[in-house]
């Protein structure tokens, strides 16, 4: 089993910046692939970004590509996710995940607000 953390969430006007982190339990991160989705309100959950477990590759929705950086601390077993040049449309709450293999694990999320 593997708990996950978010922080980092808050309200910013358009244009700023905010960096979300995701803390995990367990001695085995480094094993699995982290990212982050979100959800706005009367939307479906949409992917945001992805981190391999291996060599650090990354994938990134169009939406935040060039804007967004996921990276991940395997010593501190965290993920963070680095969102600069935010919109309103970037409004939703942000949920990190952990996943190996068939195992998923998912956080509570963390509210980001962007106002105009």
């Known amino acids: 089993q593997v708990q996950l953390v978010e922080s980092g969430g808050g309200l910013v006007q358009a244009g700023g910046s905010l960096r979300l982190s995701c803390a995990t339990s367990?001695?085995?991160?480094?094993?699995?692939?982290m990212g982050w989705y979100r959800q706005a309100p009367g939307k479906e959950r949409e992917f945001v970004a992805r981190?391999?477990?291996?060599?650090?590759?990354?994938l990134y929705a169009d939406s935040v590509k060039g804007r967004f950086t996921i990276s991940r601390d395997n010593a501190k077993n965290t993920v963070y996710l680095e969102m600069n040049n935010l919109k309103p449309e970037d409004t939703a709450i942000y949920s990190c995940?952990?996943?190996?293999?068939?195992?998923?694990?998912w956080g509570q999320g963390t509210q980001v607000t962007v106002s105009s």
């Open positions: 995940y952990a996943q190996r293999g068939s195992d998923d694990f």
């Open positions: 367990g001695r085995t991160f480094s094993t699995y692939s």
């Open positions: 981190i391999f477990s291996v060599g650090g590759w990354t």
